[in-house]
Protein backbone atom coordinates (compact mmCIF):
# COMPACT_ATOMS: atom_id res chain seq x y z
CA UNK A 1 0.00 0.00 0.00
CA UNK A 2 2.64 2.55 0.91
CA UNK A 3 5.02 1.80 -2.25
CA UNK A 4 1.81 1.99 -4.11
CA UNK A 5 1.62 5.67 -3.20
CA UNK A 6 5.24 6.62 -3.98
CA UNK A 7 3.95 8.22 -8.09
CA UNK A 8 1.78 10.82 -6.55
CA UNK A 9 4.42 11.45 -3.74
CA UNK A 10 6.96 12.13 -6.24
CA UNK A 11 4.94 15.66 -7.64
CA UNK A 12 3.19 16.20 -4.27
CA UNK A 13 6.53 16.35 -2.55
CA UNK A 14 7.41 19.58 -4.20
CA UNK A 15 4.33 20.99 -4.68
CA UNK A 16 3.40 21.08 -1.26
CA UNK A 17 7.00 22.30 -0.70
CA UNK A 18 6.61 25.04 -2.75
CA UNK A 19 3.14 26.11 -0.89
CA UNK A 20 5.33 25.48 2.48
CA UNK A 21 8.24 27.30 1.62
CA UNK A 22 6.08 30.55 0.61
CA UNK A 23 3.97 30.14 3.77
CA UNK A 24 6.87 30.05 5.92
CA UNK A 25 9.82 30.46 4.49
CA UNK A 26 10.27 34.16 5.25
CA UNK A 27 10.48 33.26 8.93
CA UNK A 28 14.22 32.37 8.95
CA UNK A 29 16.77 32.44 6.54
CA UNK A 30 18.11 29.05 6.50
CA UNK A 31 14.40 27.33 6.69
CA UNK A 32 13.44 27.98 2.66
CA UNK A 33 17.00 26.34 1.78
CA UNK A 34 16.17 23.56 3.98
CA UNK A 35 12.13 22.85 3.17
CA UNK A 36 13.37 22.52 -0.68
CA UNK A 37 15.83 20.17 0.10
CA UNK A 38 13.54 18.14 1.80
CA UNK A 39 11.03 17.96 -0.31
CA UNK A 40 13.11 17.29 -3.13
CA UNK A 41 14.77 14.42 -1.00
CA UNK A 42 11.41 12.84 -0.77
CA UNK A 43 10.68 13.33 -4.04
CA UNK A 44 13.74 11.94 -4.92
CA UNK A 45 13.32 9.16 -2.82
CA UNK A 46 10.38 8.56 -4.38
CA UNK A 47 11.68 8.30 -7.72
CA UNK A 48 14.65 5.59 -6.55
CA UNK A 49 11.72 3.62 -5.06
CA UNK A 50 8.97 3.69 -8.17
CA UNK A 51 11.82 3.15 -10.55
CA UNK A 52 13.21 -0.04 -8.63
CA UNK A 53 9.00 -1.17 -8.53
CA UNK A 54 8.90 -0.40 -12.27
CA UNK A 55 12.35 -1.95 -13.13
CA UNK A 56 11.40 -5.32 -10.99
CA UNK A 57 8.07 -5.38 -13.27
CA UNK A 58 9.06 -3.91 -16.55
CA UNK A 59 8.06 -6.85 -17.88
CA UNK A 60 4.36 -7.17 -16.99
CA UNK A 61 3.36 -3.43 -17.51
CA UNK A 62 3.39 0.50 -16.41
CA UNK A 63 2.37 1.26 -13.09
CA UNK A 64 -1.45 2.90 -12.65
CA UNK A 65 -2.09 4.96 -10.40
CA UNK A 66 -5.55 6.40 -10.17
CA UNK A 67 -5.90 10.05 -8.32
CA UNK A 68 -8.53 10.39 -5.51
CA UNK A 69 -9.19 6.23 -6.74
CA UNK A 70 -11.01 7.47 -9.89
CA UNK A 71 -10.79 4.91 -12.52
CA UNK A 72 -9.55 5.96 -16.21
CA UNK A 73 -12.45 7.35 -18.04
CA UNK A 74 -13.75 9.53 -15.95
CA UNK A 75 -10.37 9.72 -13.67
CA UNK A 76 -7.16 11.13 -14.21
CA UNK A 77 -4.38 8.87 -14.04
CA UNK A 78 -0.85 8.65 -13.73
CA UNK A 79 1.55 5.83 -15.69
CA UNK A 80 4.81 5.06 -14.82
CA UNK A 81 6.65 2.58 -17.11
CA UNK A 82 10.11 1.82 -17.46
CA UNK A 83 10.58 4.97 -19.88
CA UNK A 84 9.32 8.42 -17.52
CA UNK A 85 10.49 6.48 -14.88
CA UNK A 86 13.86 7.06 -15.87
CA UNK A 87 13.28 10.48 -16.79
CA UNK A 88 11.80 11.09 -13.42
CA UNK A 89 14.93 9.65 -11.77
CA UNK A 90 16.84 11.94 -13.73
CA UNK A 91 14.97 15.26 -13.04
CA UNK A 92 14.44 14.76 -9.23
CA UNK A 93 18.23 13.85 -9.03
CA UNK A 94 19.09 16.81 -10.84
CA UNK A 95 17.00 19.48 -9.24
CA UNK A 96 17.88 17.89 -5.79
CA UNK A 97 21.52 18.31 -6.88
CA UNK A 98 20.70 22.42 -8.08
CA UNK A 99 19.11 22.57 -4.38
CA UNK A 100 21.73 21.93 -2.71
CA UNK A 101 23.73 23.89 -5.29
CA UNK A 102 21.98 26.92 -5.11
CA UNK A 103 22.99 27.46 -0.91
CA UNK A 104 25.40 30.29 -1.54
CA UNK A 105 24.72 31.38 -5.04
CA UNK A 106 20.65 31.96 -4.48
CA UNK A 107 21.40 33.75 -1.46
CA UNK A 108 23.81 36.21 -3.14
CA UNK A 109 21.47 36.45 -6.16
CA UNK A 110 18.24 37.18 -4.09
CA UNK A 111 19.48 38.89 -1.09
CA UNK A 112 15.81 40.11 -0.02
CA UNK A 113 13.02 37.77 -1.63
CA UNK A 114 14.98 34.21 -1.21
CA UNK A 115 11.95 32.43 -0.46
CA UNK A 116 10.02 33.30 -3.29
CA UNK A 117 12.81 32.13 -5.72
CA UNK A 118 12.72 28.92 -3.81
CA UNK A 119 9.17 28.84 -4.03
CA UNK A 120 8.87 29.10 -7.61
CA UNK A 121 11.95 26.36 -7.60
CA UNK A 122 10.22 24.21 -6.61
CA UNK A 123 7.08 24.92 -8.51
CA UNK A 124 9.14 24.19 -11.73
CA UNK A 125 10.35 20.77 -10.38
CA UNK A 126 6.63 19.79 -9.38
CA UNK A 127 5.76 20.48 -13.17
CA UNK A 128 8.22 18.91 -14.66
CA UNK A 129 7.86 15.86 -12.73
CA UNK A 130 3.73 16.00 -13.21
CA UNK A 131 4.49 16.33 -17.11
CA UNK A 132 6.48 13.00 -17.10
CA UNK A 133 4.03 11.14 -15.26
CA UNK A 134 1.27 12.04 -16.46
CA UNK A 135 -1.14 9.52 -18.61
CA UNK A 136 -3.27 12.35 -20.00
CA UNK A 137 -2.59 14.43 -22.72
CA UNK A 138 -4.81 17.72 -21.66
CA UNK A 139 -3.10 17.58 -17.99
CA UNK A 140 0.58 17.63 -19.49
CA UNK A 141 -0.56 20.95 -20.87
CA UNK A 142 -1.95 22.50 -17.98
CA UNK A 143 1.57 20.93 -15.91
CA UNK A 144 3.82 22.57 -19.15
CA UNK A 145 2.24 26.22 -18.47
CA UNK A 146 2.70 25.50 -14.40
CA UNK A 147 6.44 24.71 -15.13
CA UNK A 148 6.68 27.10 -17.94
CA UNK A 149 5.21 30.05 -15.73
CA UNK A 150 7.60 29.09 -12.93
CA UNK A 151 10.65 29.42 -15.31
CA UNK A 152 9.13 33.01 -17.01
CA UNK A 153 9.42 34.08 -13.36
CA UNK A 154 12.68 32.52 -12.49
CA UNK A 155 14.79 33.28 -15.82
CA UNK A 156 13.32 36.93 -15.38
CA UNK A 157 15.44 37.67 -11.93
CA UNK A 158 18.46 37.28 -13.92
CA UNK A 159 21.25 39.79 -15.03
CA UNK A 160 21.33 42.59 -18.11
CA UNK A 161 18.27 42.34 -20.12
CA UNK A 162 17.00 39.15 -18.66
CA UNK A 163 13.39 40.77 -18.63
CA UNK A 164 13.85 41.88 -22.45
CA UNK A 165 14.87 37.66 -22.95
CA UNK A 166 12.25 36.20 -20.94
CA UNK A 167 9.44 38.35 -22.47
CA UNK A 168 10.32 36.85 -26.01
CA UNK A 169 10.29 33.60 -24.04
CA UNK A 170 6.77 33.61 -23.00
CA UNK A 171 5.70 34.82 -26.16
CA UNK A 172 7.23 31.54 -28.13
CA UNK A 173 6.59 29.69 -24.95
CA UNK A 174 2.64 30.40 -25.36
CA UNK A 175 2.50 29.77 -28.88
CA UNK A 176 3.91 26.10 -28.52
CA UNK A 177 1.39 25.47 -25.38
CA UNK A 178 -1.17 27.00 -27.39
CA UNK A 179 -0.57 24.91 -30.48
CA UNK A 180 -0.31 21.72 -28.49
CA UNK A 181 -3.57 22.57 -26.62
CA UNK A 182 -5.25 22.81 -30.33
CA UNK A 183 -3.47 19.35 -31.11
CA UNK A 184 -5.01 17.73 -28.57
CA UNK A 185 -8.56 19.27 -29.49
CA UNK A 186 -8.22 17.94 -32.62
CA UNK A 187 -7.78 14.47 -31.27
CA UNK A 188 -10.76 15.45 -29.09
CA UNK A 189 -13.14 15.83 -31.15
CA UNK A 190 -11.92 12.55 -33.27
CA UNK A 191 -11.55 10.16 -30.44
CA UNK A 192 -13.29 11.33 -27.57
CA UNK A 193 -10.67 10.72 -25.19
CA UNK A 194 -7.47 12.19 -23.46
CA UNK A 195 -6.23 9.64 -22.27
CA UNK A 196 -3.45 8.11 -23.59
CA UNK A 197 -3.75 4.72 -23.17
CA UNK A 198 -7.41 4.59 -24.86
CA UNK A 199 -5.59 7.03 -27.86
CA UNK A 200 -3.57 4.36 -29.52
CA UNK A 201 -6.37 2.03 -30.49
CA UNK A 202 -8.47 4.98 -31.59
CA UNK A 203 -6.14 6.36 -34.18
CA UNK A 204 -5.25 3.56 -35.56
CA UNK A 205 -8.34 2.12 -36.45
CA UNK A 206 -10.01 1.75 -39.58
CA UNK A 207 -12.25 5.02 -39.55
CA UNK A 208 -9.70 7.28 -38.44
CA UNK A 209 -6.64 6.46 -39.50
CA UNK A 210 -6.82 8.16 -42.71
CA UNK A 211 -8.58 11.21 -41.13
CA UNK A 212 -6.61 14.36 -41.94
CA UNK A 213 -8.05 16.06 -38.42
CA UNK A 214 -5.52 13.43 -36.80
CA UNK A 215 -3.01 14.42 -39.24
CA UNK A 216 -3.43 18.38 -38.39
CA UNK A 217 -3.27 17.40 -34.64
CA UNK A 218 -0.08 15.40 -34.92
CA UNK A 219 1.56 18.15 -36.73
CA UNK A 220 0.24 20.91 -34.64
CA UNK A 221 1.35 18.95 -31.32
CA UNK A 222 4.79 18.16 -32.96
CA UNK A 223 5.32 21.82 -34.15
CA UNK A 224 4.45 23.05 -30.09
CA UNK A 225 6.53 20.78 -29.05
CA UNK A 226 9.52 21.50 -30.88
CA UNK A 227 8.82 25.58 -30.01
CA UNK A 228 9.05 24.00 -26.33
CA UNK A 229 12.07 22.06 -27.13
CA UNK A 230 14.04 24.92 -28.98
CA UNK A 231 14.37 22.76 -32.01
CA UNK A 232 16.22 24.53 -35.15
CA UNK A 233 14.74 26.54 -36.74
CA UNK A 234 12.38 27.59 -33.51
CA UNK A 235 14.98 27.75 -31.00
CA UNK A 236 15.44 31.92 -31.10
CA UNK A 237 14.46 32.20 -27.81
CA UNK A 238 16.65 30.21 -26.12
CA UNK A 239 20.32 31.31 -25.65
CA UNK A 240 19.64 34.77 -24.77
CA UNK A 241 16.70 33.59 -22.14
CA UNK A 242 18.97 31.28 -20.57
CA UNK A 243 22.63 33.26 -20.68
CA UNK A 244 20.76 36.22 -18.98
CA UNK A 245 19.48 34.22 -16.34
CA UNK A 246 20.91 34.11 -12.66
CA UNK A 247 23.49 31.04 -12.13
CA UNK A 248 21.14 28.73 -10.14
CA UNK A 249 18.36 29.43 -12.58
CA UNK A 250 20.60 28.14 -15.77
CA UNK A 251 21.79 25.25 -13.73
CA UNK A 252 18.03 24.20 -13.18
CA UNK A 253 16.23 25.14 -16.62
CA UNK A 254 18.80 24.21 -18.91
CA UNK A 255 19.01 20.98 -17.97
CA UNK A 256 15.83 19.74 -17.36
CA UNK A 257 13.33 21.91 -19.31
CA UNK A 258 14.42 20.91 -23.20
CA UNK A 259 14.61 17.44 -22.28
CA UNK A 260 11.17 17.49 -20.63
CA UNK A 261 10.03 18.85 -23.53
CA UNK A 262 11.93 15.83 -25.79
CA UNK A 263 10.15 13.15 -23.52
CA UNK A 264 6.59 14.50 -24.09
CA UNK A 265 7.58 14.06 -28.24
CA UNK A 266 9.03 10.54 -27.84
CA UNK A 267 5.79 9.89 -25.88
CA UNK A 268 3.40 11.24 -27.89
CA UNK A 269 5.13 9.36 -30.71
CA UNK A 270 5.62 5.82 -29.21
CA UNK A 271 2.04 5.98 -26.84
CA UNK A 272 -0.19 8.25 -28.88
CA UNK A 273 -0.03 8.04 -32.28
CA UNK A 274 2.42 4.84 -32.74
CA UNK A 275 5.21 4.60 -34.49
CA UNK A 276 3.74 2.70 -37.85
CA UNK A 277 1.21 5.75 -37.86
CA UNK A 278 4.26 8.17 -37.72
CA UNK A 279 6.25 6.71 -40.19
CA UNK A 280 3.74 4.96 -42.71
CA UNK A 281 0.82 7.80 -42.79
CA UNK A 282 2.70 10.58 -42.09
CA UNK A 283 6.04 9.52 -43.87
CA UNK A 284 7.88 12.64 -42.56
CA UNK A 285 10.56 10.77 -40.83
CA UNK A 286 13.75 11.77 -43.36
CA UNK A 287 12.94 14.92 -43.83
CA UNK A 288 12.21 15.74 -39.99
CA UNK A 289 15.81 13.45 -39.93
CA UNK A 290 17.36 16.14 -42.06
CA UNK A 291 16.30 19.15 -40.05
CA UNK A 292 17.59 17.69 -37.04
CA UNK A 293 20.95 16.78 -38.47
CA UNK A 294 20.60 20.78 -39.47
CA UNK A 295 19.90 21.17 -36.21
CA UNK A 296 23.25 19.62 -34.66
CA UNK A 297 24.95 21.77 -37.39
CA UNK A 298 23.63 25.47 -36.41
CA UNK A 299 23.54 24.83 -33.18
CA UNK A 300 27.41 23.67 -33.04
CA UNK A 301 28.75 26.35 -35.32
CA UNK A 302 26.63 28.48 -33.11
CA UNK A 303 28.58 27.49 -29.94
CA UNK A 304 32.02 28.34 -31.84
CA UNK A 305 31.04 31.82 -32.34
CA UNK A 306 30.19 32.48 -28.53
CA UNK A 307 32.79 34.37 -26.48
CA UNK A 308 30.59 33.87 -23.13
CA UNK A 309 30.78 30.21 -21.93
CA UNK A 310 27.15 30.04 -21.08
CA UNK A 311 26.31 30.95 -24.06
CA UNK A 312 28.07 28.78 -25.69
CA UNK A 313 26.73 26.08 -23.62
CA UNK A 314 22.90 27.29 -24.60
CA UNK A 315 23.74 26.46 -28.24
CA UNK A 316 25.11 23.12 -27.56
CA UNK A 317 21.91 22.21 -25.62
CA UNK A 318 20.05 23.20 -29.18
CA UNK A 319 22.67 20.83 -30.70
CA UNK A 320 21.76 18.01 -28.07
CA UNK A 321 17.80 18.47 -28.87
CA UNK A 322 18.92 18.11 -32.55
CA UNK A 323 20.43 14.94 -31.57
CA UNK A 324 17.95 13.62 -29.82
CA UNK A 325 14.35 14.91 -32.24
CA UNK A 326 17.02 13.08 -34.64
CA UNK A 327 17.58 9.42 -32.92
CA UNK A 328 13.71 8.94 -32.00
CA UNK A 329 12.50 10.11 -35.68
CA UNK A 330 15.17 7.62 -37.19
CA UNK A 331 12.05 4.54 -36.37
CA UNK A 332 14.42 1.81 -35.78
CA UNK A 333 15.78 0.28 -32.03
CA UNK A 334 18.76 2.03 -31.82
CA UNK A 335 17.83 5.60 -32.51
CA UNK A 336 15.60 5.46 -30.00
CA UNK A 337 17.62 3.88 -27.33
CA UNK A 338 20.29 6.29 -28.37
CA UNK A 339 17.18 9.03 -28.24
CA UNK A 340 15.91 8.19 -24.88
CA UNK A 341 19.30 7.11 -23.43
CA UNK A 342 20.56 10.56 -24.06
CA UNK A 343 17.83 12.31 -22.51
CA UNK A 344 18.99 11.37 -19.29
CA UNK A 345 23.15 11.55 -20.31
CA UNK A 346 22.24 14.83 -21.82
CA UNK A 347 20.58 16.12 -18.72
CA UNK A 348 23.51 14.89 -16.23
CA UNK A 349 25.96 16.35 -18.67
CA UNK A 350 24.46 20.00 -18.56
CA UNK A 351 24.06 19.85 -15.46
CA UNK A 352 27.78 19.26 -14.65
CA UNK A 353 29.21 21.96 -17.16
CA UNK A 354 26.29 24.72 -16.00
CA UNK A 355 27.71 23.88 -12.35
CA UNK A 356 30.93 23.99 -13.07
CA UNK A 357 30.73 27.21 -14.73
CA UNK A 358 28.56 28.87 -12.25
CA UNK A 359 31.48 27.67 -9.71
CA UNK A 360 33.66 29.45 -12.32
CA UNK A 361 31.77 32.57 -12.09
CA UNK A 362 31.02 32.62 -8.50
CA UNK A 363 34.33 32.60 -7.14
CA UNK A 364 35.45 35.35 -10.67
CA UNK A 365 31.96 37.38 -11.65
CA UNK A 366 32.53 36.77 -15.20
CA UNK A 367 31.40 33.77 -17.76
CA UNK A 368 33.53 35.02 -20.60
CA UNK A 369 35.69 33.10 -22.03
CA UNK A 370 38.71 34.75 -19.78
CA UNK A 371 37.15 33.41 -16.63
CA UNK A 372 38.96 30.20 -17.60
CA UNK A 373 41.94 31.67 -17.05
CA UNK A 374 44.39 29.95 -14.46
CA UNK A 375 41.27 28.16 -13.60
CA UNK A 376 43.22 25.07 -13.05
CA UNK A 377 45.53 26.52 -10.55
CA UNK A 378 43.02 28.36 -8.72
CA UNK A 379 40.08 26.08 -8.70
CA UNK A 380 41.55 22.80 -9.20
CA UNK A 381 38.76 20.20 -7.93
CA UNK A 382 35.72 22.48 -10.10
CA UNK A 383 38.36 22.83 -13.00
CA UNK A 384 38.74 18.66 -12.82
CA UNK A 385 34.76 17.82 -12.57
CA UNK A 386 34.47 20.50 -15.60
CA UNK A 387 36.84 17.94 -17.92
CA UNK A 388 34.87 15.47 -16.77
CA UNK A 389 31.31 17.33 -18.08
CA UNK A 390 33.41 18.29 -21.51
CA UNK A 391 34.31 14.93 -22.21
CA UNK A 392 31.18 13.37 -21.45
CA UNK A 393 30.07 16.19 -23.93
CA UNK A 394 32.62 15.55 -26.80
CA UNK A 395 31.51 12.11 -26.34
CA UNK A 396 34.96 9.89 -24.92
CA UNK A 397 34.51 6.67 -23.32
CA UNK A 398 33.71 5.65 -20.56
CA UNK A 399 31.34 8.97 -20.09
CA UNK A 400 27.50 8.84 -20.68
CA UNK A 401 28.19 11.21 -23.69
CA UNK A 402 29.86 8.05 -25.46
CA UNK A 403 27.34 5.49 -25.07
CA UNK A 404 24.18 8.20 -26.34
CA UNK A 405 26.35 9.00 -29.39
CA UNK A 406 27.29 5.33 -30.15
CA UNK A 407 23.71 4.23 -29.65
CA UNK A 408 23.08 7.76 -32.34
CA UNK A 409 25.09 6.82 -34.99
CA UNK A 410 24.71 2.81 -35.09
CA UNK A 411 20.80 3.94 -35.29
CA UNK A 412 21.85 6.10 -38.11
CA UNK A 413 23.36 4.02 -39.71
CA UNK A 414 21.13 1.17 -39.68
CA UNK A 415 18.15 3.27 -41.25
CA UNK A 416 21.37 4.59 -44.26
CA UNK A 417 20.88 8.25 -42.85
CA UNK A 418 24.45 9.48 -43.32
CA UNK A 419 23.62 12.76 -43.31
CA UNK A 420 22.86 12.44 -39.52
CA UNK A 421 25.96 10.58 -39.01
CA UNK A 422 28.14 12.99 -40.68
CA UNK A 423 26.43 15.48 -38.41
CA UNK A 424 26.76 13.89 -35.15
CA UNK A 425 30.63 13.31 -36.08
CA UNK A 426 30.98 16.90 -36.67
CA UNK A 427 29.22 17.80 -33.33
CA UNK A 428 31.15 15.78 -31.64
CA UNK A 429 34.43 17.24 -33.33
CA UNK A 430 33.19 20.89 -32.76
CA UNK A 431 32.76 20.46 -29.37
CA UNK A 432 35.95 18.59 -28.98
CA UNK A 433 37.70 21.69 -30.18
CA UNK A 434 35.30 24.38 -28.48
CA UNK A 435 36.03 22.39 -24.92
CA UNK A 436 39.88 21.90 -25.88
CA UNK A 437 40.39 26.02 -26.57
CA UNK A 438 38.82 26.42 -23.15
CA UNK A 439 41.52 24.25 -21.42
CA UNK A 440 43.92 25.57 -23.21
CA UNK A 441 42.66 29.22 -21.84
CA UNK A 442 42.52 27.68 -17.98
CA UNK A 443 46.17 25.71 -18.71
CA UNK A 444 48.19 28.14 -20.07
CA UNK A 445 47.08 31.39 -20.67
CA UNK A 446 49.14 34.15 -18.52
CA UNK A 447 46.47 35.29 -15.19
CA UNK A 448 46.92 37.69 -12.49
CA UNK A 449 45.62 36.85 -9.06
CA UNK A 450 44.52 40.48 -7.42
CA UNK A 451 47.86 42.93 -7.44
CA UNK A 452 50.21 39.68 -7.22
CA UNK A 453 51.81 39.36 -10.68
CA UNK A 454 52.24 36.12 -12.62
CA UNK A 455 55.64 35.38 -11.09
CA UNK A 456 55.89 31.15 -11.42
CA UNK A 457 53.79 28.88 -9.40
CA UNK A 458 54.29 29.20 -5.99
CA UNK A 459 52.33 32.73 -5.98
CA UNK A 460 48.97 30.98 -6.77
CA UNK A 461 46.29 30.67 -4.30
CA UNK A 462 44.21 28.27 -4.41
CA UNK A 463 40.10 29.95 -4.18
CA UNK A 464 38.05 26.75 -4.47
CA UNK A 465 34.46 27.04 -4.53
CA UNK A 466 32.22 26.58 -1.45
CA UNK A 467 31.77 22.77 -0.39
CA UNK A 468 27.79 22.96 -1.21
CA UNK A 469 28.46 23.67 -4.61
CA UNK A 470 31.09 21.67 -5.22
CA UNK A 471 29.77 18.49 -3.77
CA UNK A 472 26.16 18.37 -6.07
CA UNK A 473 28.71 19.13 -8.79
CA UNK A 474 31.41 15.62 -7.72
CA UNK A 475 27.93 14.02 -7.81
CA UNK A 476 26.80 14.57 -11.14
CA UNK A 477 30.18 14.33 -12.41
CA UNK A 478 30.70 10.70 -10.93
CA UNK A 479 26.67 9.95 -12.26
CA UNK A 480 28.00 10.66 -15.91
CA UNK A 481 30.74 7.61 -15.25
CA UNK A 482 28.29 5.58 -13.46
CA UNK A 483 25.63 5.57 -16.07
CA UNK A 484 28.06 5.32 -18.62
CA UNK A 485 29.77 2.39 -17.00
CA UNK A 486 26.08 0.61 -16.71
CA UNK A 487 24.57 1.65 -19.58
CA UNK A 488 23.93 -1.77 -20.66
CA UNK A 489 21.97 -2.27 -17.34
CA UNK A 490 19.68 0.89 -18.03
CA UNK A 491 19.31 -0.41 -21.86
CA UNK A 492 18.34 -3.56 -21.17
CA UNK A 493 16.24 -3.48 -17.83
CA UNK A 494 14.84 -0.10 -18.98
CA UNK A 495 14.53 1.31 -22.22
CA UNK A 496 14.25 -1.67 -24.10
CA UNK A 497 10.65 -2.38 -22.41
CA UNK A 498 9.76 1.14 -23.53
CA UNK A 499 10.25 0.37 -26.91
CA UNK A 500 7.07 -0.55 -28.92
CA UNK A 501 7.18 -4.21 -29.39
CA UNK A 502 8.45 -5.84 -32.88
CA UNK A 503 11.24 -2.78 -33.35
CA UNK B 1 -19.46 29.19 -55.36
CA UNK B 2 -22.59 28.10 -53.83
CA UNK B 3 -20.82 25.07 -52.30
CA UNK B 4 -18.09 26.37 -51.30
CA UNK B 5 -19.71 28.99 -48.78
CA UNK B 6 -22.17 26.34 -47.63
CA UNK B 7 -19.43 24.72 -46.63
CA UNK B 8 -18.02 27.57 -45.00
CA UNK B 9 -20.96 28.75 -43.22
CA UNK B 10 -21.48 24.62 -41.89
CA UNK B 11 -18.51 25.30 -40.47
CA UNK B 12 -18.39 28.87 -39.18
CA UNK B 13 -16.95 28.01 -35.52
CA UNK B 14 -13.91 26.63 -36.85
CA UNK B 15 -13.26 29.55 -39.42
CA UNK B 16 -13.92 32.09 -36.66
CA UNK B 17 -11.22 30.02 -34.42
CA UNK B 18 -8.93 30.27 -37.35
CA UNK B 19 -9.35 33.90 -38.30
CA UNK B 20 -8.81 34.88 -34.69
CA UNK B 21 -5.66 32.77 -34.04
CA UNK B 22 -4.53 33.90 -37.09
CA UNK B 23 -4.91 37.95 -35.82
CA UNK B 24 -3.32 37.08 -32.48
CA UNK B 25 -0.38 35.45 -34.44
CA UNK B 26 -0.13 38.41 -36.68
CA UNK B 27 -0.13 40.61 -33.73
CA UNK B 28 2.90 38.73 -31.72
CA UNK B 29 4.97 38.59 -34.66
CA UNK B 30 4.37 42.18 -36.80
CA UNK B 31 4.16 44.62 -33.95
CA UNK B 32 6.56 46.65 -32.68
CA UNK B 33 4.93 47.40 -29.09
CA UNK B 34 5.50 44.58 -26.65
CA UNK B 35 1.92 45.26 -24.83
CA UNK B 36 0.14 44.57 -28.74
CA UNK B 37 2.28 41.60 -29.01
CA UNK B 38 0.78 40.49 -25.17
CA UNK B 39 -2.75 41.67 -26.98
CA UNK B 40 -2.21 39.29 -29.82
CA UNK B 41 -1.34 36.39 -27.47
CA UNK B 42 -4.12 37.12 -25.54
CA UNK B 43 -6.38 36.34 -28.67
CA UNK B 44 -4.32 33.86 -29.57
CA UNK B 45 -4.97 31.57 -26.25
CA UNK B 46 -8.98 33.55 -26.72
CA UNK B 47 -9.35 31.62 -30.22
CA UNK B 48 -8.08 27.94 -28.92
CA UNK B 49 -10.95 29.12 -25.72
CA UNK B 50 -13.83 29.25 -28.42
CA UNK B 51 -12.83 26.54 -30.49
CA UNK B 52 -13.01 24.29 -27.83
CA UNK B 53 -16.26 25.91 -26.22
CA UNK B 54 -17.67 25.31 -29.65
CA UNK B 55 -16.73 21.81 -30.26
CA UNK B 56 -19.17 20.53 -26.51
CA UNK B 57 -22.18 22.79 -28.35
CA UNK B 58 -24.95 20.43 -30.19
CA UNK B 59 -27.53 22.06 -31.74
CA UNK B 60 -30.96 22.38 -29.63
CA UNK B 61 -28.67 20.93 -26.31
CA UNK B 62 -28.85 22.14 -23.40
CA UNK B 63 -26.73 22.30 -19.92
CA UNK B 64 -25.66 19.03 -18.69
CA UNK B 65 -27.24 18.84 -15.73
CA UNK B 66 -30.07 15.88 -14.74
CA UNK B 67 -33.68 17.89 -13.74
CA UNK B 68 -34.76 14.66 -11.70
CA UNK B 69 -31.03 13.06 -10.74
CA UNK B 70 -32.43 12.50 -7.46
CA UNK B 71 -35.62 10.82 -7.13
CA UNK B 72 -35.80 9.48 -10.81
CA UNK B 73 -32.62 8.34 -10.71
CA UNK B 74 -33.80 5.41 -12.85
CA UNK B 75 -34.15 7.29 -15.97
CA UNK B 76 -32.35 6.72 -19.21
CA UNK B 77 -30.24 9.67 -19.96
CA UNK B 78 -30.12 10.95 -23.26
CA UNK B 79 -27.00 12.25 -23.86
CA UNK B 80 -27.61 13.98 -27.43
CA UNK B 81 -30.00 16.24 -25.70
CA UNK B 82 -27.24 17.35 -23.35
CA UNK B 83 -24.47 19.59 -24.49
CA UNK B 84 -20.71 17.93 -23.69
CA UNK B 85 -19.24 19.73 -20.52
CA UNK B 86 -15.37 17.90 -20.99
CA UNK B 87 -14.07 20.41 -23.41
CA UNK B 88 -16.17 23.22 -21.16
CA UNK B 89 -14.45 21.92 -18.00
CA UNK B 90 -11.16 21.75 -20.00
CA UNK B 91 -11.39 25.08 -20.83
CA UNK B 92 -12.36 26.58 -17.10
CA UNK B 93 -8.19 25.09 -16.39
CA UNK B 94 -7.09 27.02 -19.94
CA UNK B 95 -8.49 30.45 -18.59
CA UNK B 96 -7.01 30.25 -15.75
CA UNK B 97 -3.75 29.23 -17.37
CA UNK B 98 -3.80 32.04 -19.75
CA UNK B 99 -5.04 34.79 -16.83
CA UNK B 100 -1.60 33.37 -14.78
CA UNK B 101 0.31 33.75 -18.02
CA UNK B 102 -1.39 37.44 -18.82
CA UNK B 103 -0.24 38.45 -15.43
CA UNK B 104 3.24 37.51 -15.17
CA UNK B 105 4.16 38.93 -19.02
CA UNK B 106 2.50 42.34 -17.89
CA UNK B 107 5.01 42.07 -14.65
CA UNK B 108 7.64 41.60 -17.33
CA UNK B 109 6.11 44.05 -19.45
CA UNK B 110 6.68 46.61 -16.49
CA UNK B 111 9.50 45.54 -15.52
CA UNK B 112 10.96 46.31 -18.96
CA UNK B 113 9.73 49.61 -19.29
CA UNK B 114 11.55 50.93 -15.91
CA UNK B 115 14.67 48.73 -17.48
CA UNK B 116 14.65 50.16 -20.95
CA UNK B 117 12.35 52.96 -20.59
CA UNK B 118 10.14 52.46 -23.62
CA UNK B 119 8.07 49.49 -24.45
CA UNK B 120 8.92 49.92 -28.04
CA UNK B 121 10.68 46.74 -29.73
CA UNK B 122 13.10 48.49 -31.51
CA UNK B 123 13.98 50.93 -29.28
CA UNK B 124 14.15 48.16 -26.45
CA UNK B 125 17.02 46.79 -29.11
CA UNK B 126 19.08 50.16 -29.47
CA UNK B 127 19.57 50.27 -25.91
CA UNK B 128 21.11 46.31 -25.84
CA UNK B 129 23.01 47.67 -28.89
CA UNK B 130 24.78 50.38 -27.04
Known amino acids: ?503 | MEDLLAYIISRYNYWAAIILLLIGLYGMIAKNNLLKKVIGMTIFQAAIILFYVSIGDKRGATIPILAHGHDGAHQAVEAAAYANPLPHVLMLTAIVVGVSTLGVALAILQKIYRVHGTIEEDEILETIDQ
Open chain 1, 1 to 503: MSLEQHAIIIILAPLVGSLLISLFGGLHRRLSYLLLVACLGISFASTIATLRLVAARAAIGPLHYYLGDWPPPYGIELVIDPLNALVLTMIAGISLLVAIYSKEMARRDNPDRLHHYYTLFALLVAGLLGITASGDVFNIYVLTEISALASYALLARGRGFAYYATFKYIIMGTIGASLYLLGVGYLYIKTGTLNIAELPTFINSSGLVDSVSIRVAFILIMVGLWIKMAFFPLHGWLPNAYTRAATTTSCLVAPLMTKVSVYVMIRVMLGVFTLPYIYHVMGWNRAVVWLASLAIVAGSIGALAQTNIKRMLTYIIVAEVGYMVGGAWLGNAAGLTGAIYHIVSDGLMTACLFMAVGAITYKTGDSSLEAMRGVFRRMPVTAALFVVGALAMIGIPPTCGFFSKWYLIQGGLVAGHYGFVGALLLSSLINAVLFFRLFEIGYYAPFDTEGTPPRGHGTTVVDEAPFSMLMPLLISAVMIIVVGLSTSRIVSGLIQYSLPAGL
